[in-house]
């Protein structure tokens, strides 16, 4: 009975190293009529993949950008470095992997709906998950 007793103590008092890489779920809106979401904070976080659960007209998914402010009106598209536009494959119901080494250095975001060049409005509003890990 000792023994149980002093593996016990030993089990409780090894130290549980502290969680470095943390995710978050955040929620974007597209309105009804438009083709751009709502802006997400960044911070030390880097979108990992995006839910879509709701009917959504066929459209590619690409990415605005600012530095200064969420609040802030001039969101540019953003491109990788080889010229081309980021962007991610989604559909009703698609649950899309990103590359978070593409948003390394970006503070805020928003999701649009086609290309920079070629919106596609969404006729209904679209509440899409996007979710991030601390790096």
Same mark, same amino acid.
């Given at each position: 009975m000792?023994?149980?007793?002093?593996? @016990?103590? *030993? %089990?409780f008092?090894i130290?549980v190293p $502290?969680?470095?890489?943390s995710t978050r /779920?955040?929620?974007?809106?597209?309105?009804?009529?438009?083709s751009?979401?709502?802006a997400l904070?960044?911070g030390?976080?880097?979108p990992?993949?995006i839910?879509?659960?709701t009917?959504?007209?066929n459209a590619? @998914?690409? *990415? %605005?950008?600012?530095?200064?402010?969420? $609040?802030?009106?001039n969101?540019k598209? /953003?491109f990788?470095?080889?010229?081309?536009q980021?962007?991610?494959?989604t559909?009703?119901?698609y649950?899309?992997?990103?590359?978070?080494?593409?948003?390394?250095?970006?503070?805020?975001?928003k999701?649009?709906?086609?290309?920079h060049?070629a919106?596609?409005?969404?006729?209904?509003k679209k509440?899409?998950k996007?979710?991030?890990?601390?790096?």
């Amino acid at each position: 009975m000792k023994s149980i007793f002093l593996l @016990l103590v *030993f %089990l409780f008092t090894i130290p549980v190293p $502290a969680q470095t890489n943390s995710t978050r /779920v955040d929620t974007v809106i597209i309105a009804a009529g438009d083709s751009v979401s709502t802006a997400l904070s960044l911070g030390d976080y880097k979108p990992i993949a995006i839910i879509n659960d709701t009917v959504w007209t066929n459209a590619q @998914l690409t *990415f %605005l950008a600012a530095h200064n402010s969420k $609040a802030d009106s001039n969101y540019k598209p /953003v491109f990788n470095a080889d010229s081309t536009q980021l962007i991610a494959k989604t559909a009703a119901k698609y649950y899309t992997i990103l590359d978070p080494d593409k948003f390394a250095g970006l503070q805020y975001i928003k999701l649009k709906s086609g290309l920079h060049n070629a919106a596609v409005i969404q006729p209904y509003k679209k509440v899409l998950k996007v979710i991030s890990k601390k790096y």
